[in-house]
């Protein structure tokens, strides 16, 4: 009886301070999105007005197709690229210890500074030196290009999200059994099909977890963008969360920009549970 | 057969590492220049190692300032942290077979799915009127904003603990609270070790939540400092990598002395 009691003491002061500064905001937002607040001053509900608003507001779309695109091709790119340093990583190479260390090293970097940085080699190394090269496609600034810019925020976020993604892939292989490749390289097996029917069903699970999670963190992206683009140019790299941001701040779409993040939310959860669905029918197979 | 070094490999991992040392080498040679030296080979080493470059930032952007605000943010979200997470966590997971626990711990964790945006206007409006627009709200928020990651970590390994030391315990006189504080906080150590890099990288290179949540820029952080001297920077490009490299020069030098650890500590949490 009374170690209930003590349990129950324990989980009050979390529950708390989360229910105030996590649930309630989020019971708020939701609340405001069928107003008109603006941040400030009197308000009036104004039912589903706001949500109708999104659908048909272009710069809302314009940032929805920037953070899919953005999203899908980020998440695949990590994914191929990280599997095949864990591959690396785990076979028996030299130097095993510091070339882990280094390929990790963009998981301890502050995403803003790292944008920074690249934004220099966009804007200023890689023109000079397509110039100087004489090569047409690297000599202009490709994060000026309406078209192009979105590759730019790509590369950034795939080179520091590489880190973490292979350290759990990593993880994922130190499960696998050594046994299971030397009774294959007995049966003759090519390292194609040793790959697809050995360590990829074993690893399934990581890959599950690594598709969901990046591409839920690459819809959320907001640190690259402000440095790299600041959602430009034009709006051509607005993502939705830096829309939010501006708008909600900056321009008093307060309860606007409510809704649009009600809307976001359940996208992001849609997105999730069919990535997780469908990828762990495959995990069965 | 097995024993044998695989060079193809090593050499493909070598080249490889070209893509990440690349943009840090550019990051300290251009440190080091002057502006005179960029319209030359930008790849080229600087001509002498001055650190007339770093002095400037330091005095420019109040380094040591912004410095003092990531270190206490970030130690005071991980005493949060841990304290408050791993007692949570260990009340949940003894209790995961009662309704209410159950569905506390399914509560606490989809906080993962939501999209800080939804709640940011909103949080922002409260903690202002509540006077937390400082470094220890910003603490206090961080603590709220890991909870579903860590909770979900900790009740994992508190499940692998077993029980018998716990009733042992409590046969001799203990309370549940002594039981925690005396016998399973300290075999949580490796998932502390995790949860405290985890949490403390967050917190030091967060972004965001700083930029919504703290008013005086005398309270910024260092990657805030990084945005809100973006207007200087822009016009000389050696200030602005020296301010950079200054920013992420404590994680890098830490990362270098215990890599091992922070790597095991990071697999150690994806396994959960």
């Not at chain 1, 900056?250 to 939310?265: L, P, T």
């Not at chain 2, 909870?147 to 603990?161: D, E, M, P, Q, S």
């Not at chain 2, 910024?220 to 822009?234: D, E, I, M, N």
């Amino acid at each position: 009886m009374k170690r209930d009691h003590a349990f129950l003491l324990m989980v009050i002061p979390a529950f708390v301070l989360f229910f105030i500064f996590h649930t309630y905001p989020a019971l708020q937002g939701v609340f405001y999105s069928f107003t008109n607040f603006k941040g400030y001053g009197n308000w009036d509900f104004t039912g589903f007005t706001n949500y109708f608003k999104v659908f048909q507001d272009s710069r809302a779309l314009g940032a929805y197709g920037f953070t899919f695109q953005f999203a899908i091709v980020s998440t695949i790119l990590v994914n191929i690229i990280s599997v095949l340093i864990a591959m690396g990583l785990n076979a028996k190479i030299k130097f095993r210890k510091t070339l882990r260390a280094t390929y990790f090293l963009p998981f301890i970097l502050s995403v803003l500074i790292v944008s920074y940085i690249f934004q220099f080699i966009f804007t200023h190394m890689v023109p000079d030196l397509g110039q100087a090269l004489g090569i047409e496609a690297l000599s202009k600034n490709i994060l000026g290009d309406q078209d192009l810019a979105w590759i730019g925020i790509v590369i950034v976020a795939v080179w520091q999200s590489v880190a973490f993604n292979t350290l759990l892939y990593l993880a994922g292989l130190s499960t696998v059994d050594e046994q299971l490749y030397e009774a294959a390289d007995i049966d003759g097996a090519k390292a194609w099909s040793k790959f697809w029917r050995i360590t990829f069903p074993l690893i399934a699970p990581f890959f599950t977890i690594n598709m969901v999670v990046a591409m839920k963190n690459f819809l959320m992206a907001f640190d690259q963008i402000i440095a790299l683009t600041g959602g430009g140019p034009g709006r051509a790299t607005e993502s939705i969360s830096l829309l939010i941001y501006r708008g909600g701040f900056e321009a008093g779409q307060f309860a606007y920009q409510s809704a649009n993040a009600v809307i976001y939310f359940i996208v992001i959860v849609v997105i999730s549970v069919v990535q997780l669905r469908i990828l762990e029918r495959k995990e069965v197979k | 057969m097995s024993n044998r070094i695989n060079w193809k490999a090593t050499i493909f991992l070598i080249l490889g590492t070209i893509f990440i040392l690349f943009p840090i080498y550019l990051t300290v040679i251009i440190a080091f220049k002057t502006p005179q030296e960029m319209s030359g080979n930008i790849l080229a080493l600087p001509e002498s190692w001055g650190f007339g470059n770093f002095i400037e930032a330091i005095e420019v952007t109040n380094f040591f300032n912004a410095l003092g605000n990531s270190v206490f943010v970030t130690v005071l979200t991980v005493i949060i942290v841990i304290l408050t997470h791993s007692l949570v966590a260990y009340a949940i997971a003894r209790n995961m077979h009662k309704k209410f626990y159950k569905f506390l711990y399914f509560y606490f964790i989809s906080a993962m799915f939501i999209p800080f945006p939804i709640i940011m206007l909103p949080l922002v409006l409260q903690t202002s009127s509540w006077g937390m627009d400082n470094l220890v709200g910003l603490g206090i928020l961080n603590g709220v904003m890991h909870l579903a990651f860590n909770v979900f970590i900790y009740v994992g390994y508190v499940k692998t603990l077993p029980v018998e030391l716990e009733e042992a315990a409590i046969i001799d006189g203990a309370n549940t609270f002594q039981v925690f504080w005396k016998i399973i906080f300290p075999m949580m150590k490796p998932m502390h070790a995790t949860v405290a890099i985890l949490t403390a990288l967050a917190a030091w290179n967060d972004f965001m939540l700083p930029l919504v949540i703290l008013s005086d820029s005398s309270m910024y952080t260092l990657p805030l400092v990084q945005y809100a001297f973006q207007g200087q920077f822009s016009t000389d490009y050696n200030l602005a990598f020296a301010s950079y490299l200054l920013a992420m020069l404590p994680m890098v030098v830490l990362y270098i002395f215990v890599q091992k650890w922070i790597i095991g500590g990071v697999m150690r949490g994806s396994l959960k």
